[in-house]
């Protein structure tokens, strides 16, 4: 005799509470703090905020601790949150010359004023397992400088002044939101750089090196690579001015790309912009790269088929979470799909030996 | 869960959802894009059905929410649990007492009511999708009434198989225009797509919503030739007896014996309530001891 399967309401209750116990791990470690995390795991919170769309340390750090350290779980839990956030306003666009840079190089210019500032980069580090912090050993404090008094002037307005690069036109329009309206196609540049910036770092640096490899190359140099803290400013009609109301760390590259003219323009160069939240070099490098590729046909580029050209396929792709959501949705049951197929399959095997009303498949 | 507006989603995103379902009303079969929310579920596990529920519920309402037929199948329990908890409104296993039933995979066997909503879940709205990956392109096809691709691909599966090799998600045509995919239900349930109750289809990540209104005529694609042929396992329900539903093959013992079961469990439920017993069924008090 055969009684179905029940229970499925207390299976996933109890699944919960092991995960729960999971996360929490050996209850004679030392809990993790949310601080912590915030302070010494600052790199992946930087990347669930880019990722996430949500500027927020101690959001993103807490994500990361009920993540249990998967960062697309964290960057996920902190999109389900920042969509039911309430909108009170829209701040001016970030002035990212002013910004008070921690690390600012250039790879086209041995030097130009504001200087190369290496800053906290993993650069130049001998990548050996550093034995010394499994001891818990403090570290030294850095030296310090005097800032930099003034703003530190974008590398790329001095080839412009040549006309040496191409000029990008402003654009007054106000930009659109893909959290907020359906993508459509073809889409302009600022919808592809709002989608690029919260796509997956692994996607993006992979396109990106697709491009490097010669499918869409674009010999990219990083004109400007500049990481630091950015003013953000708010009109509150009430008052009837702007205020500066906070500031976030972004990271800004501008590449400088080959460009060998058209019939009815002169070799030039062009650019590709990254432009990410928090720390996030190997992303908005990656950015900028893939940005460049996209571009191939306003600069009346050759389309070679490659990947990182393929504006649709960019961009349907790059989000993490739509990919691993669906990617994963094949662990539900199917088991009503999977039973038409299996008759038709026996149908199909029946009729092809001919001996119709023969169970084959059994 | 009282910092959640009534059913989680806030009422301006649901007036945007709602707008984009009485468009899809208005044009059977069409896909109208809407600003799809990221929810606080996977893409790909009911984040389209859950907003258009989400869109239609009232207080009042009685929900029904079920995967592959089943009420307790466990992503059914966990939308089923979300909507308890975010709208609570009332929820219900019977078929007929539900005002709105969201579903992934099947229609239910009771046929439904005019006042009664169908909200599917769909992973790939789009018809054409695999015979055309850019969305670019399908909607132009769509826009021309350009499906002779379709045609040509059910035609190849008939040349080469001798019959239309879909069993799931077979595409129909909506009232002579719109060539729509009606979700991976199987092709035994495409008859009962004119029905009585409104369908809604909620494709989240591919942020697209579609409808059939009441009685809207559906045909499945075929040649005159080769005519549709809805299909099931060539059995009777082991544990209802019934001969007219789609039945589930479950593997029993270790030799791989079988048995068929209803997969909508109501719908067996009910039968073994009024005494139907099956070749391998107790009788119906005994299975709920």
């Known amino acids: 005799m055969y009684v179905a399967v029940k229970g499925g309401e207390r299976a996933i209750d109890n699944a919960h509470a092991w995960l729960a116990e999971e996360r929490r791990g050996d209850r004679a470690v030392a809990e993790l703090s949310v601080a912590q995390i915030r302070e010494q795991l600052s790199l992946a919170v930087n990347r669930v905020m880019a990722e996430g769309s949500l500027y927020d340390p101690d959001l993103a750090a807490l994500a990361i601790k009920q993540a249990r350290g998967d960062l697309i779980e964290a960057i996920f839990l902190i999109r389900a949150y920042r969509t039911t956030l309430p909108r009170f306003g829209v701040s001016h666009p970030v002035k990212t010359s002013a910004m008070r840079c921690d690390r600012r190089i250039s790879a086209t210019f041995k030097d130009a004023p504001g200087g190369q500032v290496l800053g906290p980069t993993f650069d130049y580090t001998h990548r050996l397992l550093d034995f010394k912090l499994a001891a818990e050993g403090e570290v030294a404090e850095a030296p310090e400088a005097a800032p930099q008094p003034g703003q530190t002037p974008h590398i790329m307005g001095y080839l412009n002044r040549e006309g040496l690069i191409k000029e990008e036109v402003p654009d007054e329009a106000t930009p659109p939101d893909l959290t907020r309206e359906p993508m459509e196609l073809p889409a302009t540049r600022a919808l592809r750089l709002q989608a690029l910036t919260r796509g997956d770092e692994g996607f993006i640096l992979s396109l990106a090196y697709s491009t490097q490899r010669g499918y869409a190359r674009n010999h990219a140099f990083v004109g400007e690579l500049r990481i630091g803290a950015v003013a953000v400013e708010i009109d509150i009609p009430e008052l009837g001015f702007t205020i500066e109301f906070g500031e976030v760390v972004l990271t800004e590259c501008e590449t400088v790309n080959q460009f060998k003219g058209s019939k009815t323009e002169l070799p030039q160069f062009t650019r590709g912009y990254g432009l990410v939240f928090g720390q996030t070099e190997r992303k908005a490098i990656a950015m900028a790269l893939v940005d460049r590729a996209l571009r191939w046909k306003e600069l009346g580029e050759e389309d070679q088929g490659a990947p990182a050209q393929d504006e649709e396929f960019v961009l349907m792709h790059a989000d993490n979470i739509q990919a691993t959501g669906f990617l994963e ?22 009729e092809a030996e001919g001996c119709a009303g023969q169970e084959v498949a059994e | 869960m009282s910092d959640y507006n009534f059913a989680y989603l806030d009422e301006q995103t649901k007036r945007m959802i709602r707008r984009a379902i009485l468009k899809a009303l208005a044009i059977p079969g069409y896909q109208v894009p809407f600003a799809s929310r990221e929810m606080p579920m996977p893409y790909g596990w009911g984040t389209g059905g859950v907003q258009v529920s989400a869109a239609c519920l009232t207080p009042g309402d009685t929900f029904k929410v079920i995967d592959q037929g089943a009420d307790d199948t466990t ?215």
């Open chain 1, 329 to 350: 949705h094949i662990k539900l049951p199917h088991y009503v799909d999977f039973q038409s197929e299996l008759e038709l399959v026996r149908k199909l095997r029946r």
């Open chain 2, 75 to 289: 992503n059914a329990i966990s939308i089923r649990k979300f909507f308890e908890k975010t709208a609570g409104i009332a929820t219900t296993e019977e078929t007929a007492q539900a005002s709105l039933i969201q579903t992934r995979h099947r229609i239910p066997e009771a046929a439904l009511s005019e006042d009664q909503i169908l909200v599917y879940q769909v992973p790939i709205p789009e018809p054409l999708r695999f015979l055309e990956p850019s969305e670019v392109e399908t909607r132009k096809m769509h826009s021309l009434e350009e499906y002779g691709l379709m045609h040509v691909k059910l035609y190849e599966d008939i040349s080469q198989h001798g019959a239309i090799a879909t069993a799931y998600a077979y595409p129909v045509k909506v009232e002579g225009r719109y060539v729509m995919d009606p979700s991976p239900i199987p092709k035994f349930d495409n008859p009962k797509l004119s029905m009585a109750a409104i369908q809604l289809f909620g494709a989240g990540r591919e942020q697209r919503i579609y409808a059939l209104p009441p009685h809207t005529r559906v045909v499945s694609l075929d040649f005159e030739d080769h005519p549709f042929e809805p299909s099931k396992a060539d059995h009777d329900c082991d544990l209802c007896g019934a001969s007219d539903s789609y039945l589930d093959e479950v593997i029993v013992d270790d030799a791989g014996g079988r048995m068929f079961v209803c997969s909508d469990t109501d719908y067996c439920r009910s039968r073994r309530a009024a005494n139907h017993v099956g070749a391998q069924g107790a009788p119906y008090e005994d299975a709920r001891a």
